[in-house]
Protein backbone atom coordinates (compact mmCIF):
# COMPACT_ATOMS: atom_id res chain seq x y z
CA UNK A 1 0.00 0.00 0.00
CA UNK A 2 2.89 2.36 1.01
CA UNK A 3 4.57 1.86 -2.21
CA UNK A 4 1.08 2.32 -4.39
CA UNK A 5 0.71 5.61 -2.87
CA UNK A 6 4.02 7.05 -3.15
CA UNK A 7 4.15 7.06 -6.68
CA UNK A 8 0.15 7.63 -6.96
CA UNK A 9 -0.02 10.37 -4.69
CA UNK A 10 1.13 13.83 -4.76
CA UNK A 11 2.01 13.55 -1.46
CA UNK A 12 4.05 10.04 -1.95
CA UNK A 13 1.62 8.86 1.07
CA UNK A 14 -1.80 8.51 1.73
CA UNK A 15 -2.30 8.12 5.74
CA UNK A 16 -1.82 6.48 7.21
CA UNK A 17 -0.22 4.03 4.86
CA UNK A 18 3.69 5.09 4.14
CA UNK A 19 6.20 3.36 2.17
CA UNK A 20 9.13 4.37 4.70
CA UNK A 21 11.69 4.78 1.86
CA UNK A 22 12.82 8.20 3.80
CA UNK A 23 16.63 9.33 2.89
CA UNK A 24 16.82 7.19 0.24
CA UNK A 25 18.94 9.66 -2.17
CA UNK A 26 22.00 11.41 -0.75
CA UNK A 27 22.33 15.16 -1.94
CA UNK A 28 23.74 16.15 -4.46
CA UNK A 29 27.44 17.42 -3.52
CA UNK A 30 27.35 20.26 -5.92
CA UNK A 31 24.63 22.45 -5.96
CA UNK A 32 23.31 26.34 -6.88
CA UNK A 33 22.47 28.23 -3.84
CA UNK A 34 22.19 32.33 -3.73
CA UNK A 35 23.91 34.80 -1.81
CA UNK A 36 23.64 38.24 -1.22
CA UNK A 37 26.20 40.85 -1.83
CA UNK A 38 25.97 44.50 -0.67
CA UNK A 39 27.02 47.10 -3.33
CA UNK A 40 26.62 50.32 -1.24
CA UNK A 41 26.05 51.42 2.61
CA UNK A 42 24.80 54.32 3.95
CA UNK A 43 24.52 56.08 0.32
CA UNK A 44 28.35 55.25 -0.71
CA UNK A 45 29.04 52.58 -3.01
CA UNK A 46 31.88 50.28 -2.08
CA UNK A 47 35.04 50.02 -3.89
CA UNK A 48 34.70 46.35 -3.44
CA UNK A 49 31.29 45.05 -3.00
CA UNK A 50 31.35 42.70 -0.18
CA UNK A 51 29.44 38.90 0.55
CA UNK A 52 27.07 39.25 3.25
CA UNK A 53 28.52 36.67 5.04
CA UNK A 54 32.32 38.90 4.81
CA UNK A 55 30.50 41.77 6.31
CA UNK A 56 30.02 41.41 9.54
CA UNK A 57 32.49 43.51 11.83
CA UNK A 58 32.71 45.69 9.15
CA UNK A 59 29.32 47.02 7.91
CA UNK A 60 27.15 45.40 10.84
CA UNK A 61 27.96 44.79 14.34
CA UNK A 62 25.86 41.81 14.42
CA UNK A 63 27.56 38.65 14.33
CA UNK A 64 25.18 35.78 12.74
CA UNK A 65 25.68 32.11 11.91
CA UNK A 66 25.31 30.24 8.39
CA UNK A 67 22.10 28.59 9.46
CA UNK A 68 20.62 31.91 10.68
CA UNK A 69 20.81 33.75 7.36
CA UNK A 70 21.72 31.00 4.87
CA UNK A 71 17.88 29.48 4.65
CA UNK A 72 16.45 33.30 4.23
CA UNK A 73 18.77 34.25 1.55
CA UNK A 74 18.24 31.20 -0.43
CA UNK A 75 14.76 30.97 0.17
CA UNK A 76 14.35 34.69 -1.26
CA UNK A 77 16.73 34.04 -4.09
CA UNK A 78 14.63 31.09 -5.56
CA UNK A 79 10.96 33.35 -4.59
CA UNK A 80 13.33 35.53 -7.39
CA UNK A 81 13.54 33.53 -9.64
CA UNK A 82 10.12 31.74 -9.56
CA UNK A 83 8.05 35.36 -9.55
CA UNK A 84 6.41 35.13 -6.50
CA UNK A 85 6.52 38.60 -5.88
CA UNK A 86 4.69 38.64 -2.29
CA UNK A 87 6.78 36.13 -0.55
CA UNK A 88 10.19 38.13 -2.21
CA UNK A 89 8.42 41.02 -0.29
CA UNK A 90 8.06 38.42 3.06
CA UNK A 91 11.74 37.40 3.16
CA UNK A 92 13.12 40.56 1.67
CA UNK A 93 11.49 42.57 4.63
CA UNK A 94 13.07 39.46 6.91
CA UNK A 95 16.49 40.29 5.97
CA UNK A 96 16.38 43.80 5.83
CA UNK A 97 15.08 44.34 9.33
CA UNK A 98 17.07 41.20 10.93
CA UNK A 99 20.06 41.40 9.45
CA UNK A 100 20.65 44.71 7.38
CA UNK A 101 20.78 46.68 10.05
CA UNK A 102 21.70 50.13 7.83
CA UNK A 103 20.30 51.51 4.48
CA UNK A 104 22.19 49.48 1.88
CA UNK A 105 21.75 48.18 -1.70
CA UNK A 106 22.31 44.87 -2.40
CA UNK A 107 21.98 42.13 -5.04
CA UNK A 108 21.18 38.33 -5.00
CA UNK A 109 23.26 36.78 -7.16
CA UNK A 110 23.31 32.78 -8.53
CA UNK A 111 26.54 30.91 -6.61
CA UNK A 112 27.65 27.21 -7.23
CA UNK A 113 28.90 25.29 -4.73
CA UNK A 114 30.50 21.89 -3.22
CA UNK A 115 28.33 21.61 -0.20
CA UNK A 116 30.99 19.89 2.19
CA UNK A 117 33.72 22.53 1.57
CA UNK A 118 30.48 25.08 1.83
CA UNK A 119 29.80 24.42 5.19
CA UNK A 120 33.96 24.35 6.02
CA UNK A 121 34.73 28.01 4.77
CA UNK A 122 31.60 29.10 3.04
CA UNK A 123 33.70 29.18 -0.58
CA UNK A 124 31.64 28.89 -3.62
CA UNK A 125 31.40 30.23 -7.40
CA UNK A 126 29.90 33.41 -8.00
CA UNK A 127 27.25 33.22 -10.70
CA UNK A 128 24.69 35.75 -12.41
CA UNK A 129 23.04 38.24 -10.49
CA UNK A 130 19.32 37.60 -10.46
CA UNK A 131 17.90 41.18 -8.70
CA UNK A 132 19.66 43.92 -7.01
CA UNK A 133 17.73 45.47 -4.35
CA UNK A 134 17.43 48.57 -2.02
CA UNK A 135 16.99 48.30 1.65
CA UNK A 136 14.43 51.24 2.55
CA UNK A 137 15.08 53.51 5.53
CA UNK A 138 11.30 53.07 6.99
CA UNK A 139 11.70 49.47 7.30
CA UNK A 140 14.62 49.28 9.22
CA UNK B 1 4.08 -28.73 -3.53
CA UNK B 2 7.22 -29.86 -2.93
CA UNK B 3 9.24 -26.92 -3.62
CA UNK B 4 6.90 -25.07 -0.75
CA UNK B 5 8.21 -27.89 1.88
CA UNK B 6 11.71 -27.36 0.57
CA UNK B 7 11.31 -23.88 1.17
CA UNK B 8 9.70 -24.00 4.59
CA UNK B 9 12.76 -26.63 5.70
CA UNK B 10 15.47 -23.99 4.58
CA UNK B 11 13.63 -21.29 6.23
CA UNK B 12 13.33 -22.73 9.60
CA UNK B 13 16.67 -24.04 9.68
CA UNK B 14 17.82 -20.42 9.36
CA UNK B 15 15.22 -19.22 11.20
CA UNK B 16 14.85 -21.93 13.59
CA UNK B 17 11.73 -19.66 15.58
CA UNK B 18 8.78 -21.45 16.63
CA UNK B 19 5.52 -20.06 18.79
CA UNK B 20 4.22 -23.13 19.76
CA UNK B 21 7.40 -23.97 21.74
CA UNK B 22 7.47 -20.39 23.25
CA UNK B 23 3.78 -21.31 24.00
CA UNK B 24 4.45 -24.15 25.85
CA UNK B 25 6.70 -23.16 28.26
CA UNK B 26 4.79 -20.26 30.54
CA UNK B 27 7.25 -17.63 30.56
CA UNK B 28 7.02 -15.72 27.48
CA UNK B 29 3.33 -15.41 28.20
CA UNK B 30 3.85 -14.40 30.98
CA UNK B 31 6.28 -11.59 30.12
CA UNK B 32 4.46 -10.80 27.44
CA UNK B 33 1.25 -10.07 29.20
CA UNK B 34 2.88 -7.61 31.21
CA UNK B 35 4.66 -6.11 28.58
CA UNK B 36 1.32 -5.36 26.95
CA UNK B 37 0.02 -3.87 30.33
CA UNK B 38 2.57 -1.53 30.52
CA UNK B 39 2.08 -0.46 26.87
CA UNK B 40 -1.18 0.34 28.20
CA UNK B 41 -0.22 1.83 30.68
CA UNK B 42 2.39 4.04 29.40
CA UNK B 43 0.37 5.45 26.70
CA UNK B 44 -1.92 6.95 29.03
CA UNK B 45 1.51 9.09 30.57
CA UNK B 46 2.12 9.49 26.80
CA UNK B 47 -1.33 11.26 26.72
CA UNK B 48 -0.61 13.72 29.82
CA UNK B 49 2.72 14.96 27.48
CA UNK B 50 0.94 14.67 23.75
CA UNK B 51 -1.55 17.61 25.17
CA UNK B 52 1.01 18.98 26.73
CA UNK B 53 2.73 19.66 23.62
CA UNK B 54 1.06 22.05 20.27
CA UNK B 55 3.83 23.36 19.03
CA UNK B 56 1.59 22.60 15.55
CA UNK B 57 -1.23 24.98 17.05
CA UNK B 58 0.73 28.32 15.20
CA UNK B 59 0.36 27.06 12.05
CA UNK B 60 -2.98 27.17 11.02
CA UNK B 61 -2.38 27.95 7.30
CA UNK B 62 -1.10 24.72 6.90
CA UNK B 63 -3.64 22.65 8.34
CA UNK B 64 -5.25 20.58 5.22
CA UNK B 65 -7.27 17.73 7.66
CA UNK B 66 -6.53 14.36 5.93
CA UNK B 67 -9.59 12.02 5.09
CA UNK B 68 -10.05 10.38 8.36
CA UNK B 69 -11.54 13.47 10.10
CA UNK B 70 -13.35 14.94 7.69
CA UNK B 71 -15.39 16.73 10.51
CA UNK B 72 -12.18 19.21 10.89
CA UNK B 73 -12.77 20.71 7.18
CA UNK B 74 -15.41 22.64 9.40
CA UNK B 75 -13.23 23.70 12.39
CA UNK B 76 -10.33 25.96 12.81
CA UNK B 77 -6.47 23.90 13.90
CA UNK B 78 -7.19 24.85 17.81
CA UNK B 79 -10.55 23.29 18.12
CA UNK B 80 -9.60 19.94 15.82
CA UNK B 81 -6.80 19.64 18.11
CA UNK B 82 -8.49 20.14 21.74
CA UNK B 83 -11.11 17.44 20.46
CA UNK B 84 -8.49 14.70 19.09
CA UNK B 85 -6.01 15.23 21.65
CA UNK B 86 -9.04 14.93 24.40
CA UNK B 87 -10.40 11.99 22.81
CA UNK B 88 -6.61 10.64 23.29
CA UNK B 89 -6.39 11.33 26.27
CA UNK B 90 -9.63 9.62 27.58
CA UNK B 91 -8.59 6.20 25.58
CA UNK B 92 -5.52 6.07 26.35
CA UNK B 93 -6.46 6.00 29.82
CA UNK B 94 -9.39 4.09 29.49
CA UNK B 95 -6.89 1.30 27.80
CA UNK B 96 -4.96 1.90 31.21
CA UNK B 97 -7.40 0.63 32.84
CA UNK B 98 -9.40 -2.00 30.57
CA UNK B 99 -6.58 -2.85 27.83
CA UNK B 100 -8.19 -7.00 28.98
CA UNK B 101 -11.15 -5.61 27.01
CA UNK B 102 -10.68 -5.65 23.14
CA UNK B 103 -13.26 -2.91 22.90
CA UNK B 104 -10.79 -0.49 24.95
CA UNK B 105 -8.13 -1.73 23.02
CA UNK B 106 -10.29 -0.37 19.66
CA UNK B 107 -10.65 2.94 21.70
CA UNK B 108 -6.88 2.87 22.34
CA UNK B 109 -6.03 2.63 18.35
CA UNK B 110 -9.14 5.06 17.56
CA UNK B 111 -7.02 7.50 19.66
CA UNK B 112 -3.41 7.34 18.20
CA UNK B 113 -5.50 7.15 14.56
CA UNK B 114 -6.90 10.30 15.13
CA UNK B 115 -3.84 11.53 16.84
CA UNK B 116 -1.67 10.75 13.72
CA UNK B 117 -4.44 12.10 11.50
CA UNK B 118 -4.02 15.50 12.99
CA UNK B 119 -0.02 15.71 12.98
CA UNK B 120 -0.46 14.45 9.22
CA UNK B 121 -2.70 17.23 8.59
CA UNK B 122 -0.61 19.68 9.94
CA UNK B 123 3.18 18.41 9.19
CA UNK B 124 3.84 17.13 6.51
CA UNK B 125 6.09 13.85 6.61
CA UNK B 126 5.37 13.28 10.53
CA UNK B 127 5.73 9.82 11.63
CA UNK B 128 6.55 9.82 14.78
CA UNK B 129 3.24 7.67 15.86
CA UNK B 130 2.66 5.34 12.76
CA UNK B 131 4.54 2.32 15.10
CA UNK B 132 2.41 2.98 18.02
CA UNK B 133 -0.38 3.28 15.60
CA UNK B 134 0.24 -0.09 13.90
CA UNK B 135 1.63 -2.08 16.94
CA UNK B 136 -2.04 -0.79 18.81
CA UNK B 137 -4.01 -2.19 16.06
CA UNK B 138 -2.38 -5.39 16.16
CA UNK B 139 -3.10 -5.65 20.01
CA UNK B 140 -6.78 -5.42 19.46
CA UNK B 141 -6.42 -9.26 18.17
CA UNK B 142 -4.97 -10.35 21.31
CA UNK B 143 -7.37 -13.00 22.70
CA UNK B 144 -8.31 -12.78 26.44
CA UNK B 145 -5.40 -13.76 28.00
CA UNK B 146 -6.45 -12.23 31.34
CA UNK B 147 -9.75 -13.54 33.14
CA UNK B 148 -8.89 -17.19 34.84
CA UNK B 149 -5.70 -18.17 36.09
CA UNK B 150 -5.07 -21.14 33.65
CA UNK B 151 -4.99 -20.26 29.83
CA UNK B 152 -4.87 -23.09 27.14
CA UNK B 153 -1.92 -23.49 24.65
CA UNK B 154 -4.40 -22.27 21.89
CA UNK B 155 -4.81 -18.63 24.07
CA UNK B 156 -1.07 -18.56 24.84
CA UNK B 157 0.21 -19.31 21.08
CA UNK B 158 -2.83 -17.08 19.55
CA UNK B 159 -1.26 -14.04 22.59
CA UNK B 160 2.12 -14.89 21.62
CA UNK B 161 1.08 -14.97 18.02
CA UNK B 162 0.02 -11.05 18.49
CA UNK B 163 3.01 -9.98 20.41
CA UNK B 164 4.91 -11.44 18.11
CA UNK B 165 3.55 -9.43 14.53
CA UNK B 166 3.88 -6.12 16.93
CA UNK B 167 7.45 -6.79 17.04
CA UNK B 168 7.49 -7.67 13.54
CA UNK B 169 5.78 -5.00 12.24
CA UNK B 170 7.91 -2.64 13.94
CA UNK B 171 10.96 -4.11 12.71
CA UNK B 172 9.49 -4.00 9.19
CA UNK B 173 9.56 0.01 8.88
CA UNK B 174 12.92 -0.35 9.59
CA UNK B 175 13.73 -2.61 7.10
CA UNK B 176 11.81 -0.61 4.73
CA UNK B 177 13.65 2.18 5.20
CA UNK B 178 16.83 -0.05 4.77
CA UNK B 179 15.75 -1.29 1.78
CA UNK B 180 15.04 2.20 0.50
CA UNK B 181 18.40 3.60 0.90
CA UNK B 182 19.99 0.46 -0.88
CA UNK B 183 17.55 1.01 -3.99
CA UNK B 184 18.91 4.30 -3.70
CA UNK B 185 22.35 3.74 -3.41
CA UNK B 186 22.25 1.35 -6.75
CA UNK B 187 20.04 4.17 -8.99
CA UNK B 188 22.62 6.87 -7.64
CA UNK B 189 26.02 4.49 -8.19
CA UNK B 190 24.39 3.55 -12.29
CA UNK B 191 23.62 7.34 -12.07
CA UNK B 192 27.14 8.25 -11.46
CA UNK B 193 26.38 9.80 -8.01
CA UNK B 194 27.47 10.11 -4.97
CA UNK B 195 25.36 7.36 -3.28
CA UNK B 196 24.78 6.14 0.47
CA UNK B 197 27.79 3.57 0.47
CA UNK B 198 30.13 6.46 -0.49
CA UNK B 199 32.07 7.45 2.37
CA UNK B 200 30.67 11.59 2.04
CA UNK B 201 26.84 10.03 2.22
CA UNK B 202 26.30 11.16 5.78
CA UNK B 203 27.83 14.13 5.41
CA UNK B 204 26.26 15.05 3.05
CA UNK B 205 22.85 14.35 4.35
CA UNK B 206 23.64 16.25 7.44
CA UNK B 207 25.20 19.27 5.35
CA UNK B 208 22.02 19.36 3.17
CA UNK B 209 19.35 18.88 5.94
CA UNK B 210 20.39 21.23 8.49
CA UNK B 211 20.90 23.96 5.67
CA UNK B 212 17.19 22.92 4.52
CA UNK B 213 15.36 23.27 7.88
CA UNK B 214 17.89 26.10 9.00
CA UNK B 215 18.84 24.30 12.05
CA UNK B 216 21.90 23.12 14.01
CA UNK B 217 23.16 20.10 15.71
CA UNK B 218 25.38 19.10 18.23
CA UNK B 219 27.33 17.02 16.31
CA UNK B 220 26.68 17.75 12.58
CA UNK B 221 29.38 20.22 11.89
CA UNK B 222 31.56 17.15 13.54
CA UNK B 223 30.44 15.00 11.25
CA UNK B 224 30.57 17.05 8.12
CA UNK B 225 34.15 18.24 8.63
CA UNK B 226 35.52 14.75 10.03
CA UNK B 227 33.82 12.83 6.69
CA UNK B 228 35.34 9.41 7.17
CA UNK B 229 34.48 9.29 10.86
CA UNK B 230 30.52 9.33 9.75
CA UNK B 231 31.32 6.33 7.13
CA UNK B 232 31.52 3.54 9.05
CA UNK B 233 28.59 4.73 10.77
CA UNK B 234 26.29 4.98 7.87
CA UNK B 235 27.04 1.88 6.50
CA UNK B 236 26.24 0.14 10.09
CA UNK B 237 22.96 2.14 9.68
CA UNK B 238 21.97 0.62 6.28
CA UNK B 239 22.61 -2.93 7.56
CA UNK B 240 20.72 -2.13 11.28
CA UNK B 241 18.44 -1.09 8.90
CA UNK B 242 18.25 -3.26 6.38
CA UNK B 243 18.56 -6.88 8.54
CA UNK B 244 16.18 -5.14 11.22
CA UNK B 245 13.22 -7.46 9.76
CA UNK B 246 15.19 -10.90 10.18
CA UNK B 247 15.95 -10.03 13.87
CA UNK B 248 11.84 -10.38 14.89
CA UNK B 249 13.00 -14.15 13.82
CA UNK B 250 16.53 -14.30 16.13
CA UNK B 251 15.28 -13.67 19.88
CA UNK B 252 18.88 -13.46 21.13
CA UNK B 253 19.55 -10.08 19.64
CA UNK B 254 16.44 -8.45 20.11
CA UNK B 255 17.60 -6.58 22.92
CA UNK B 256 21.43 -5.67 21.26
CA UNK B 257 19.38 -4.59 18.11
CA UNK B 258 16.96 -2.27 19.75
CA UNK B 259 19.36 -0.61 21.27
CA UNK B 260 21.20 0.07 18.29
CA UNK B 261 18.59 1.23 16.62
CA UNK B 262 18.08 3.97 19.07
CA UNK B 263 21.21 4.71 19.43
CA UNK B 264 20.52 5.31 15.48
CA UNK B 265 17.82 7.60 16.35
CA UNK B 266 20.13 9.56 19.07
CA UNK B 267 22.58 9.79 16.73
CA UNK B 268 20.45 11.37 13.92
CA UNK B 269 18.83 13.86 16.54
CA UNK B 270 22.14 14.71 17.87
CA UNK B 271 23.31 15.16 13.66
CA UNK B 272 20.09 15.95 12.34
CA UNK B 273 17.95 17.35 15.04
CA UNK B 274 15.17 15.19 14.15
CA UNK B 275 14.13 13.09 17.36
CA UNK B 276 11.70 9.80 17.42
CA UNK B 277 11.03 9.62 21.02
CA UNK B 278 7.64 7.60 20.81
CA UNK B 279 9.48 5.09 18.36
CA UNK B 280 12.39 4.50 20.39
CA UNK B 281 9.78 3.98 23.34
CA UNK B 282 7.93 1.40 21.75
CA UNK B 283 11.86 -0.92 21.25
CA UNK B 284 11.82 -0.43 24.74
CA UNK B 285 9.10 -1.79 25.45
CA UNK B 286 9.26 -4.55 22.80
CA UNK B 287 12.20 -5.77 22.65
CA UNK B 288 14.74 -4.83 26.11
CA UNK B 289 12.98 -8.19 27.68
CA UNK B 290 11.99 -9.73 24.66
CA UNK B 291 9.84 -12.81 25.90
CA UNK B 292 10.91 -15.39 23.33
CA UNK B 293 15.04 -14.18 24.23
CA UNK B 294 15.95 -17.47 26.05
CA UNK B 295 17.82 -16.27 29.44
CA UNK B 296 20.63 -18.91 28.69
CA UNK B 297 21.53 -17.61 25.80
CA UNK B 298 25.64 -17.50 25.02
CA UNK B 299 27.38 -14.67 23.68
CA UNK B 300 28.66 -17.25 20.72
CA UNK B 301 24.90 -18.19 19.71
CA UNK B 302 24.41 -14.40 19.71
CA UNK B 303 26.84 -13.05 17.95
CA UNK B 304 26.13 -16.27 15.41
CA UNK B 305 22.79 -15.18 15.51
CA UNK B 306 24.19 -11.41 13.67
CA UNK B 307 22.95 -11.18 10.21
CA UNK B 308 25.69 -11.85 7.32
CA UNK B 309 28.52 -11.57 9.93
CA UNK B 310 27.03 -14.37 12.38
CA UNK B 311 27.13 -16.68 9.39
CA UNK B 312 30.65 -15.56 8.51
CA UNK B 313 32.50 -16.16 12.14
CA UNK B 314 30.10 -19.51 12.55
CA UNK B 315 32.34 -20.71 9.39
CA UNK B 316 35.38 -18.82 10.83
CA UNK B 317 35.64 -18.99 14.56
CA UNK B 318 33.14 -21.58 15.65
CA UNK B 319 33.59 -24.99 13.36
CA UNK B 320 32.67 -27.80 14.37
CA UNK B 321 35.71 -29.60 16.04
CA UNK B 322 37.03 -26.29 17.12
CA UNK B 323 37.24 -25.29 21.06
CA UNK B 324 34.88 -22.84 20.63
CA UNK B 325 32.10 -24.04 18.72
CA UNK B 326 28.43 -23.55 19.49
CA UNK B 327 26.86 -26.28 21.37
Known amino acids: ?113 DTLKYWKTGQFTEGERIATLTAKEKDL | MKQITTIKKYLSSIFPFSIESFAARGKPFTKAKTIVQFFYYFLAFQALVVINGGKFLSQEENFSPVWSIPWANHLSLATTANIIQFFFLISAFIGAFFFQNRIARIFVFLGIFQLNALLSSVLRADHHWYPWLYVSFLLIFLPDAWAGKAHSLQVRKKFLLVFFSAQAVTLFIYSMAGLGKIQGAIYQYFAGQTHAFAPEALALHIAYWLRNIDSTSLLGSFFVEHVIVGWPLFLGMIYLQFFSLWIAFKPSLHKIWAFGLIFMHTGIYLTMDMLFFPTALLLIF ?15 ETVGDLPIFGWMLRRILFRPGNSHSIS
Open chain 2, 286 to 300: LFFDSPFKKHDTSWR
Open chain 1, 1 to 113: MGFYFSSHTSEGEAYPFFSWFVFTRVPPQFITGYALKIVEYEGKKLDSPVFFQDSHGIYFKKILTMTEYDYTIRVLGENIERGETEKVEQYRKTIEESFLSQPVVYEIVRIEF
